[in-house]
T-cell receptor, first 111, second 113 residues
Framework: DTAVSQTPKYLVTQMGNDKSIKCEQN?????MYWYKQDSKKFLKIMFS???????INETVPNRFSPKSPDKAHLNLHINSLELGDSAVYFC??????????FGDGTRLSIL | GENVEQHPSTLSVQEGDSAVIKCTYS??????FPWYKQELGKRPQLIID?????GEKKDQRIAVTLNKTAKHFSLHITETQPEDSAVYFC????????????FGKGTHLIIQP
C-alpha cells in the first residue's frame, strides 16, 4: 500500500485554468505538507498543516490554497494558473518532527 | 527563516571511492537534519537523518556528521556503487516541524564505472 498517494500523477492544462491536486496519507500522521520542485530541482516548502494550524510560506501566491477535509487528506487548489506554476508538486506527511514521507509527485505543465 | 547551503552541486567519483557532500545552515535553533536521495522522476526518499543531540550516525555505507558549533553537517558515502547515482538533498528543520523542511539545492552524484 502506498503510504502517501497523490492524484493525478500528471496534469496538463492551459494558463488561466483552476486545478486541484489531491493527497492522502494512510500513516496516521498529524502533519501534512506541500512542496514545489522547480525545473532546477530546487525543493521549497509551500504549506504545512496539522489539525491545529496552517503555516503558509510567505512567498506562495494566494492563488494557491490548501484544503484539508480530514487529517488524512491535504488537497492543493490552484486558481488562475500561470506559466511559472509549471513544476512537480510533492505532498509529504510526518508525525510532528519525525521523518517526512513523500508522495510520488504531480507533474504540472501549463500550456 | 532558515537557509541551507549545499556543496558541491555536482560530484563525480569513481566506483568504489568515497563521496562527501557538505551543508551549512543558518538557524541555530534547527534540530533535525535529514538527507534525501532522489532518482530521476522519483520522489525524494529519506536515506539517513541526525538530530542536534548527536554528532555522528552511521548506516552501513552511509554516515552523517553534525557540527552544531559551526552549523555544518555532511553526508559520507563509502564504497560507492552505480546505484548511488542520484541527486542528494540535505535539509534542516526547527522545533516541532510545523514550518516544513528547508532544503539545500541538491548535489548530483555521478558514479563513474
Amino acid at each position: 500500500d502506498t503510504a502517501v498517494s497523490q492524484t493525478p500523477k500528471y496534469l496538463v492544462t492551459q494558463m488561466g485554468n483552476d486545478k486541484s491536486i489531491k493527497c492522502e496519507q494512510n500513516l496516521g500522521h498529524d502533519t501534512m505538507y506541500w512542496y514545489k520542485q522547480d525545473s532546477k530541482k530546487f525543493l521549497k516548502i509551500m504549506f504545512s498543516y496539522n489539525n491545529k494550524e496552517l503555516i503558509i510560506n510567505e512567498t506562495v501566491p494566494n492563488r494557491f490554497s490548501p484544503k484539508s477535509p480530514d487529517k488524512a487528506h491535504l488537497n492543493l487548489h490552484i486558481n488562475s494558473l500561470e506559466l511559472g506554476d509549471s513544476a512537480v508538486y510533492f505532498c509529504a506527511s510526518s508525525w510532528g518532527n519525525q521523518p517526512q514521507h513523500f508522495g510520488d509527485g504531480t507533474r504540472l505543465s501549463i500550456l | 527563516g532558515e537557509n541551507v547551503e549545499q556543496h558541491p552541486s555536482t560530484l563525480s567519483v569513481q566506483e568504489g571511492d568515497s563521496a562527501v557532500i557538505k551543508c551549512t545552515y543558518s538557524d541555530s535553533a534547527s534540530n533535525y537534519f535529514p538527507w534525501y536521495k532522489q532518482e530521476l522522476g522519483k520522489r525524494p526518499q529519506l536515506i539517513i537523518d541526525i538530530r542536534s543531540n548527536v554528532g555522528e550516525k552511521k548506516d552501513q555505507r552511509i554516515a552523517v556528521t553534525l557540527n552544531k558549533t559551526a552549523k555544518h553537517f555532511s553526508l559520507h558515502i563509502t564504497e560507492t556503487q552505480p546505484e548511488d547515482s542520484a541527486v542528494y538533498f540535505c535539509a534542516a528543520i526547527t522545533g516541532g516541524g510545523a514550518d516544513g523542511l528547508t532544503f539545500g539545492k541538491g548535489t548530483h552524484l555521478i558514479i563513474q564505472p
